[in-house]
């Protein structure tokens, strides 16, 4: 399977899972009982992915390309933070904390890559993703997994609040003991009432996406807690009719 079939096949199941829970929105009394069903299938399925994610870390761990046990390592801390989520839908009375991996980190090097592999979902909209570093940028200290789902978050609105043939622009640069990534689109941009409803759950803002994707309006909630618990900040810049920039900063790693 190329990487333009994978990413196509991650970008349907974020689609049918924002439709399924804007179907959900709909109803007028969810039922606990289905939701826990449905958190205890899911865990079923994430416990055959970690087992088989373990399985392929035990027969490759000789591989002599290092990049495929941090690339299968991820994808086992992708699936332990969503049993933990899970569990937390199964029982409203265990309370499971989200462990953080955190690990010196490339900041450059992986919103690169994150921006390499969202081009083919902007590609639908004939929108090209630009990306560009400063010349030297300090190794930031964080969960690499979380941050990676925050930039999909991030690219993801530029490019669904943009028009097709527009651009999204994506820099890092140094900031004093920090590192910031910024992503800037062409879209319609916030206005003042609208930036002041930012990052709150479930709050739909006046601007729509401009081919019709589903938007729920907790995307960016979610990625503000999470940018917080990795001791970074979240931000937006933008005028009405100028786009939007959405900052992200983490600390530097400081070697001990």
């Not at 933070?81 to 490339?106: D, H």
């Not at 994150?114 to 590609?123: D, F, K, P, R």
């Not at 789902?149 to 920090?178: C, Q, T």
Request: charged share 20%; with cysteine; proline share 4%.
């Amino acid at each position: 399977m190329d990487k333009d079939r994978v990413a196509e096949d991650i970008s349907a199941a974020r689609a049918n899972l924002e439709q399924a829970l804007a179907h959900l929105e709909e109803l007028s009394v969810l039922d606990p009982g289905s939701v826990v069903f449905a958190a205890h299938a899911l865990n079923n399925f994430l416990t055959v992915t970690r087992g088989t994610v373990d399985m392929l870390l035990l027969s490759m761990q000789n591989d002599p390309d290092p990049k495929v046990r941090r690339w299968l390592e991820g994808l086992r801390h992708a699936t332990n933070l969503m049993t933990c989520v899970v569990s937390q839908l199964m029982s409203a009375s265990v309370i499971t904390e989200v462990k953080l991996r955190f690990e010196e980190v490339n900041w450059p090097e992986l919103v690169q890559r994150v921006c390499e592999h969202y081009q083919h979902v902007a590609a639908k909209k004939q929108i090209r993703i630009l990306y560009g570093s400063a010349a030297e940028v300090p190794f930031v200290w964080t969960d690499r997994v979380v941050i990676a789902a925050i930039l999909d978050n991030l690219l993801s609105n530029a490019v669904k609040y943009s028009d097709a043939g527009k651009s999204v622009w994506v820099h890092v640069h140094g900031e004093a003991a920090s590192a910031v990534c910024r992503v800037r689109d062409e879209g319609p941009g916030l206005s003042q009432e609208d930036q002041a409803k930012l990052f709150h759950p479930g709050v739909r803002l006046s601007s729509q996406p401009t081919a019709g994707e589903p938007s729920l309006g907790y995307g960016l909630a979610v990625a503000k807690h999470l940018v917080k618990r990795l001791g970074g900040e979240l931000w937006c810049e933008s005028q009405l009719g100028a786009g939007a920039t959405f900052c992200v900063r983490l600390l530097a790693h400081r070697p001990q």
